[in-house]
């Protein structure tokens, strides 16, 4: 009996530990989030990874960069798609030129990775940086053309690009925190 009373006791100490630990990781998602330039994104993205709750600022951030990374290609593939069916040369070529910004942008995603992994966040930041050029030609491209855009192409790109955006701005405050620490 003193046995069966024990184990239970040190079952109940493990969940109470093991909940604090999840509890204190998931403090580390909000507080490095609040602290984003753009939180919702931040969440969103950090919450669809469950590995988010088990991590420190360099795993946030490198998650991060996966999801910046998600978004260039899915601009790269829907640029792709576009491009491939329209008929206006002027259309056309935008799309081409964002396909290959994108494309262009999830290498610089994947070196700003190695860099994070190989502990040289600001190596990282400048890769992202770079990264991030595409999404300003693209999106300055896009806002020119725009009305020559047809409505139900237009406002995916323009929203695409919104998230591409704030999630890259999101992993560059994570990445600054890890310089700044």
Not at 43 to 62: H, M, N, V, Y
Not at 121 to 143: M, Q, R, T
Not at 153 to 177: C, F, M
């Amino acid at each position: 009996m003193v046995f069966l009373k024990a184990s239970i006791l040190f079952h109940l100490l493990l969940l109470t530990l093991s909940h604090n630990l999840v509890s204190a990781d998931e403090k580390l998602v909000m507080k490095e989030c609040q602290n984003a330039k753009v939180p919702i994104a931040c969440f969103q993205c950090l919450e669809a990874d469950p590995s988010s709750r088990k991590t420190d600022i360099k795993g946030l951030a490198a998650i991060m960069l996966t999801c910046v990374g998600g978004q260039a290609d899915i601009m790269t593939a829907n640029m792709s798609d576009w491009a491939a069916t329209e008929k206006d040369p002027l259309l056309k070529n935008m799309y081409e030129e964002c396909q290959e910004d994108f494309a262009s942008a999830k290498q610089e995603i994947l070196t700003a990775k190695v860099a994070l992994t190989n502990n040289n966040p600001g190596e990282s930041l400048k890769c992202l940086g770079i990264a991030f050029n595409g999404y300003f030609d693209c999106h300055d491209a896009v806002i020119f053309i725009i009305t020559r855009i047809p409505k139900e192409k237009s406002d995916p790109i323009i929203k695409t690009l919104s998230l591409y955006n704030d999630l890259s701005e999101d992993a560059s405050s994570l990445i600054e925190s890890l310089i700044h620490h």
